[in-house]
């Protein structure tokens, strides 16, 4: 009786909520939402459904945890670590800070396919939860270092938020649309893509489409990586172009 005992409270100490986490961010990568359930997770590590539910509430929970988990991991800390006698954001540009957490989650996004829609719906659904202030906050701060009007605070770190994950769902896709992410065996089909993109575009009225033509090879040939830091490029570009000069955060801006 009291081997059992035992085994039980080790059983109990090893499967905490951190461990359930853990495994379904794993059954996620490599069968996909769908199959993360409540049985798939008690037979990957060996337990009963009714341990799952002590440490999990539910499957809308356990995916809230399980984006937070990998976004928390793909961003610096917004806290300075214990013993560190440097904050997490005073290294580098507001700028290099904004790249450094948008490149974060396009990577975590590509490496974890199935997080480009749970950011998405998170950011709609639930705002309050622990991952969209998260990503508010990282940007936010450095929106706020870059001197913009207070005024303008939320609208611009609002866009900046909203073209980042919109673009990081794009490239989340394969091109057949299943979300499959981008990985070195879709390397050759997303090269196909893009050149049949491409001859189709090449293929249009040119009287009708004279941009489309003019731009077609670029399509063919551009990598996502650098499309998506040119974005960032672009929009900081017109953050700080209509930044008041020499003046305050809080400055009225001009009217």
């Known amino acids: 009786m009291a081997t059992q005992t035992r085994q039980s409270q080790r059983r109990r100490q090893v499967l905490s909520r951190e461990r ?3 495994a379904a961010v794993e059954l996620l990568d490599t ?3 769908g199959a993360l ?11 009963g459904s009714g341990a799952i539910y002590h440490h999990v509430g539910n499957m809308g929970e356990l995916l809230q945890a399980a984006t ?6 793909a961003l610096p800390p917004l806290r300075t670590p214990t013993g560190s006698s440097q904050a997490p954001d005073s290294t580098g540009s507001p700028e290099d800070a904004i790249r450094a957490v948008a490149l974060g989650l396009f990577d975590a996004a590509l490496e974890h396919p199935w997080l480009a829609a749970q ?9 309050w ?3 969209t202030p998260r990503i508010f906050e990282s940007i936010g701060r450095q929106v706020r270092a870059l001197e913009v009007p207070r005024r303008d605070w939320f609208v611009t770190t609002s866009t900046l938020v909203h073209y980042i994950l919109g673009a ?4 989340a896709q394969t091109p057949d649309g299943t979300g499959g992410g981008a990985s070195p065996g879709t390397a050759a089909e997303r090269s196909e893509f893009l050149d049949a993109a491409s001859r189709a575009w090449q293929d249009l009225d040119p009287d009708d489409y004279p941009f489309l033509h003019d731009i077609a090879d670029q399509m063919r040939e551009h990598e996502d990586r650098e499309q998506f830091l040119t974005g960032i490029g672009l929009i900081l570009t017109g953050i700080t172009a209509g930044r008041p000069s020499g003046s305050p955060g809080d400055h009225p801006g001009p009217g």
């Open 20 to 22: 359930i986490v853990e």
């Open 68 to 73: 937070g988990t990998v976004v928390a991991g």
């Open 37 to 47: 359930t409540v049985r798939a997770l008690a037979e990957r590590l060996s337990t």
């Open 119 to 127: 950011l998405a719906a998170q950011l709609t659904r639930s705002p």
């Open 129 to 131: 939860g622990a991952v």
């Open 31 to 33: 069968e996909g939402e």
């Open 168 to 171: 990081t769902a794009q490239n």
